[in-house]
């Protein structure tokens, strides 16, 4: 029994509305990223006596902060709750922007910049984890692009928004204007958003390691920075090496050790993702250096006002939300390295061309206008798909940790990308202004030109169809995407190194290929039984099947393995064994004549196909009574039409996973499951539509059957398994009732 309170929830909100809402706190963070940038040379007037190396604080802190906490409070969202979270980060972002309006100097700003990094920290992915809760599986590509999109847009209008607010009234309006935005999208998220919170997190993340990754960078920033002043091989910059080296050695090392890492050592296998993130930090640190040089150049050296700046940026924003959303597609089918690369190289050209065609009189359309086409151009074709490209090889459930982690490898090269920039440009004058600000566009062109060779590095690229997310050192849960499968990526029997199919030559394997006839066997389905006539022989694709001798299961076969053969070569004696689908599973089944047809081909045919036989019979020893082995595959079914399925599903899969790596699942294909049995101790599948081929395949197949009602349902006509599991949801039932559910399934 449960308490209905334990497992009922608010009534959702519209998708839609979520999406809206989710976009707006997303908006606000993204708006001011963009618009401080804009507003850095109004800054700097109102602090003459700090250096350009000291204003830098001001973007740098912000994006040490938010690298650094954007993984560790993701995961505090998911414990917590996401629109508790979402609600705390839009209040501390924007009581935050008040505070930065109001600092009286220089240190206080950067130290509002911080706690403001802090909220944008939790605000962005409690935002994004709410969308994807809200819209079921097959749409939440789509709303995960439109939340995107909210941030694209928020890059184009970030600098005329910001050209006039700074225009309008000085720099500190532009963190004023979002007290009137944040009380708004706090309203909002308030009246539009039930609460909500992910199953098996029930472990602080490692805290820790955010804090020594945030020391370690911000000491690594401190001796890039003041490298010029005070000297390489001064005392003070050096002490600054050794404590970055010493600290992010720190944060490494409690990635490595906690149960809830930062970093994910296991992501970090996988070479697209590792060289994918690699290339967005020096992506990152290009894109950093030339927003904030081109901005310097429009208002030192051409003389226009920030409004006037604000505009000129313009137009690469728009090309390259225009371009990234054409390449997505084209990239995913024919390639990603096909389209980073030469983006990377036409980013590369737009900051060459910026270096030595734009000159010191102000030429808009000629000179300024060509460049941003390009560089939009090169942004829209590599930066986002460097994403696509790292996140795609990332298995599902670890989906949302490797965004975390990606996001915070482009703030991470923003940070380096800035402070590199200011030893480059030192402190500009009206005398040196031209001359250093050209040297900044030739760094970020190289930049880009590394990017083209991370590009390179990617290596093949391959849709996962499952997602892992460590829940803790004992144990882990998976919690897959719903996604089809390419039939193609699958092996042919002929194609397992395991199979027998493998080891024979490939003429013989082409003559039972082309002889076969495909049959699907459902799960418990007889194949044949002891003592039937042997007319073929089978080749196992996918499923399982369970030898049964005596009434005990003695042996268990998967995908490549034969049988049947030894029948067909002792002249059709009768079956020594019967067969039965223990899932569903897919045979070619190869006739007596098409058999020896093979054997018939030439010496070498024979000769093979014994030393095959050898080799199964020798791997084919009976194993130990199975019948009554543990569940691998449960099943959590409804009863009716609004039962709770997947809350009961969830509390199981957290039991399970104590001690047990646990994958969760709605509809997946017989290869998957295949897949996810070989990879997981328990697989747990969740059926809620009552009737539909899933739910019949679940009742059909599982090892433990979890039936779920409301407690004040009659029972249903049950012609699946006795012996299930029942969970009645909501008040206790009468004894009749339950009477009436114990004779119904003997549970």
Not at 182 to 195: C, H, K, P, Q, Y
Not at 485 to 508: C, G, H, I
Not at 616 to 625: G, H, K, M, V
Request: aromatic share 6%.
């Amino acid at each position: 029994m449960a308490d209905q309170k334990s497992v009922e929830r608010p009534a959702r909100t519209a998708p839609e509305r979520v999406l809206l809402v989710a976009a707006f706190g997303a908006f606000l963070a993204f708006l001011d990223a963009t618009v401080v940038n804009v507003a850095f040379p109004d800054i700097r007037e109102s602090f003459p006596d700090a250096s350009v190396g000291d204003l830098s604080w001001v973007l740098n802190a912000y994006n040490i902060v938010f690298a650094a906490f954007l993984v560790v409070f993701g995961r505090i969202t998911d414990l917590l709750g996401r629109r508790r979270m979402f609600s705390l980060g839009t209040f501390v972002f924007t009581f935050a922007s008040v505070l930065c309006a109001l600092a009286p100097s220089l240190e206080l700003l950067v130290a509002a910049r911080v706690l403001q990094a802090l909220g944008a920290a939790l605000l962005v992915p409690a935002s994004l984890a709410v969308v994807v809760e809200a819209f079921p599986t097959e749409r939440r590509s789509h709303a995960v692009g439109l939340w995107g999109a909210s941030a694209a847009v928020a890059a184009g209008l970030g600098p005329p928004a910001g050209g006039a607010l700074v225009e309008l009234g000085g720099w500190r309006l532009a963190f004023l204007i979002n007290l009137p935005i944040g009380i708004a999208a706090i309203m909002t998220i308030r009246g539009n958003l039930v609460e909500s919170r992910a199953p098996g997190r029930r472990k602080l993340p490692d805290l820790r390691g955010a804090l020594l990754l945030a020391a370690g960078l911000s000491a690594l920033t401190t001796a890039i920075i003041q490298g010029p002043e005070w000297g390489w091989a001064s005392p003070g910059v050096l002490l600054c090496e050794v404590l970055a080296i010493g600290l992010i050695g720190g944060f490494v090392a409690s990635s490595l050790n906690h149960p809830q890492p930062m970093l994910d050592p296991g992501l970090l296998v996988m070479r697209p993702f590792t060289m994918g993130n690699l290339a967005t930090i020096v992506a990152g640190m290009g894109f950093y250096a030339y927003m904030l040089t081109n901005i310097l150049w429009l208002q030192y050296v051409w003389g226009y006002n920030i409004l006037q700046a604000g505009a000129a940026l313009v137009p690469g924003a728009v090309v390259a939300a225009v371009v990234a959303g054409g390449l997505g597609e084209v990239a995913q089918k024919h390639g990603y390295r096909r389209i980073i690369v030469p983006g990377a190289l036409v980013w590369c050209a737009a900051y060459v061309w910026y270096a030595q065609v734009v000159g010191p009189n102000p030429a808009f359309l000629t000179e300024w206008l060509p460049g941003q086409i390009l560089s939009g151009i090169g942004v829209g074709a590599t930066l986002p798909l460097l994403a696509s490209a790292a996140l795609t090889s990332v298995p599902g459930g670890r989906y949302a940790t490797a965004s975390a982690v990606l996001s915070s490898a482009r703030q991470l090269g923003g940070v380096l990308g800035i402070s590199i920039l200011v030893v480059i440009i030192g402190t500009p004058t009206a005398a040196n202004a031209e001359a250093v600000l050209r040297d900044g566009w030739v760094f970020c062109a190289a930049c880009f030109a590394l990017v083209a060779v991370g590009g390179l590095l990617l290596g093949r690229i391959k849709e996962q169809e499952t997602v892992e997310e460590p829940a803790g050192r004992s144990g882990q849960m998976l919690i897959p995407e719903q996604r089809g499968t390419d039939s193609a990526e699958l092996l042919t029997p002929a194609q397992r190194p395991d199979s027998f199919l493998s080891r024979l030559p490939a003429e013989v394997r082409a003559e039972f290929e082309a002889a076969g006839t495909t049959r699907v066997l459902q799960g418990g389905a007889w194949l044949f039984r002891e003592g039937d006539a042997a007319h073929s022989m089978y080749l196992v694709t996918s499923g399982r099947l369970e030898v049964v001798v005596a009434g005990r299961v003695v042996r268990e076969l998967g995908a490549g393995a034969v049988l049947g053969e030894l029948a067909l070569l002792t002249d059709g004696q009768p079956r020594s064994a019967s067969v039965r689908a223990r899932r569903d599973s897919v045979l070619v089944e190869v006739g007596r004549e098409a058999f020896f047809a093979a054997l018939r081909r030439g010496p070498e045919a024979p000769i093979a196909l014994a030393t095959a036989l050898a080799e199964e019979l020798r791997s084919a020893s009976p194993t130990p009574d199975l019948s009554s082995a543990t569940p691998a595959l449960v099943a959590v079914v409804g009863l009716h039409s609004g039962a709770p399925v997947t809350e009961v599903a969830l509390v199981v899969a957290e039991g399970l996973n104590a001690g047990l790596r646990v994958a969760v699942t709605r509809e997946v294909t017989t290869e998957q499951l295949e897949r996810m049995e070989r990879d997981h101790d328990r697989v747990v599948l969740i059926a809620d539509e009552l009737d539909s081929p899933w739910w019949q395949a679940c009742v059909r197949q599982s090892d433990r059957l979890v039936a779920v009602s409301a407690s004040s349902e009659t029972p249903p006509a049950w012609e699946g398994p006795t012996g299930a599991d029942v969970v009645l949801v909501g008040a206790r039932p009468s004894e009749e009732m339950l009477l009436a559910w114990s004779e119904t399934l003997s549970p």
